[in-house]
């Protein structure tokens, strides 16, 4: 292939990374898990069940969640089917047998919140994802080919994966080894332009005691998971096949994951992005609009409305692009309307009165004004000052 076709290639890949896993709106992959069951008997299925619902625990609130909670899968179960494994059948099993188990994530996250444990709600994070093998770094049209256990492991517990470039330039200034050494800093500025909050390295050995087969799957592993700033996470695992290494190393980096996106929450509430949405039409819209942010946990407040138009104070805890990725996925198109902007209001007073005088000159979003959600950010105090920008959506039609 000639180099400039290659070099083409790959920056397509790349650039379309997000393509290889579901979109962050689809059905939540945690819904559904498939794990081996011995035959079709009660006692067999009932094992099952039980790995199942450990799976769903781990995937929706980490490893903590999957030792110390415990509930009857009976009482999130939505449904179960047989169906053949891919395995081949051998002497032991005649017809080798998975059982495909459905919960109700809702019911599930509410257990989970009544015992303590914090749970994905929405959306994972997007996560840039780097890859060194023992030949050296791998770019997404590699991994895909070589190590699909990998991104089949995140997409199992629901993550986007967004590769880096791997240009020349990358390539140079970041060293593996560095980084599995402690030395991060290089990576974490190659991967600042990214804009991503959550970095992750893993370095691949082939396992030095397999041969043949097993030497391609068998890996040992080194997984280093950073927050844009630092590293917060950092392990080896031993040489095994690589999908059950992938599957415990996600299992792993969930709950951590998680904690760091429930402390950006907790410090996103001192803030408010102002948000204004056009296409709200109806009462219908209004509700729709509104459920979205209930569904995935983000706290808002409603500070005023004008025909089509409706201002929120968003409490999010990510970057501005981060925030228009999920206005994406909530169906919100970016916008500039050429009306008016819409001035925040007291929804119990006059309706179209215009702000409060003791304000004058000030930003339309600096006063949060009363509470006007039909559920207030529970638990998070007062919204403070908006962020200056205020970010422009369209809802789009159904």
């Not at 006059?350 to 949060?368: M, Q, V």
Request: glycine share 8%; net charge negative; proline share 8%.
């Amino acid at each position: 292939m000639p180099p400039m076709l290659g070099r083409l290639l790959r920056a397509v890949v790349c650039l379309l990374g997000m393509a290889l896993l579901p979109p962050a709106f689809a059905a939540d992959p945690v819904a559904e898990v498939r794990v081996d069951v011995a035959d079709r008997s009660s006692e067999a299925r009932d094992a099952a069940l039980r790995r199942a619902l450990e799976q769903a625990v781990l995937r929706l609130a980490g490893e903590r969640a999957k030792t110390d909670f415990w509930i009857a899968p009976d009482a999130v179960l939505v449904s179960y089917q047989y169906r053949r494994a891919d395995a081949p059948p051998d002497a032991a099993n005649a017809e080798p047998l998975d059982l495909v188990v459905r919960f109700d994530l809702a019911a599930l996250r509410r257990e989970l919140g009544q015992a303590g444990f914090a749970s994905w709600s929405g959306p994972r994070p997007k996560v840039l994802f780097w890859v060194h093998g023992p030949q050296g770094w791998v770019d997404a049209l590699e991994l895909g080919a070589r190590y699909p256990a990998l991104i089949e492991a995140a997409q199992a517990y629901g993550y986007t994966l967004q590769f880096p470039q791997l240009d020349i330039a990358e390539r140079q200034a970041v060293q593996a080894e560095d980084v599995g050494y402690g030395a991060a800093s290089r990576w974490l500025d190659a991967s600042a332009p990214y804009g991503l909050s959550w970095q992750l390295l893993v370095t691949l050995r082939p396992a030095a005691s397999a041969g043949g087969e097993d030497a391609a799957r068998s890996h040992a592993s080194d997984w280093v998971l950073a927050d844009g700033e630092r590293v917060v996470e950092q392990f080896s695992l031993p040489a095994q096949p690589l999908d059950d290494a992938a599957q415990a190393a996600w299992g792993r980096l969930t709950g951590r994951v998680l904690e760091g996106d429930r402390v950006r929450r907790q410090l996103a509430a001192d803030r408010a992005w102002q948000v204004e949405l056009a296409g709200v039409q109806s009462d219908e819209d209004f509700l729709r609009a509104l459920s979205l942010l209930e569904r995935d946990d983000v706290g808002y407040r409603v500070l005023g409305a004008a025909p089509g138009r409706l201002l929120l104070a968003l409490e999010w805890a990510g970057s501005a692009r981060e925030l228009e990725r999920q206005a994406r996925a909530w169906g919100w198109e970016e916008a500039r309307p050429a009306a008016p902007p819409v001035r925040p209001v007291d929804l119990d007073g006059d309706f179209g009165a215009p702000p409060p005088a003791s304000d004058p000159g000030s930003d339309p979003g600096s006063n949060p004004g009363q509470a006007g959600s039909a559920r207030p950010a529970a638990g998070r105090g007062e919204a403070g000052p908006a962020a200056p920008a205020r970010h422009r959506f369209r809802l789009s039609p159904r």
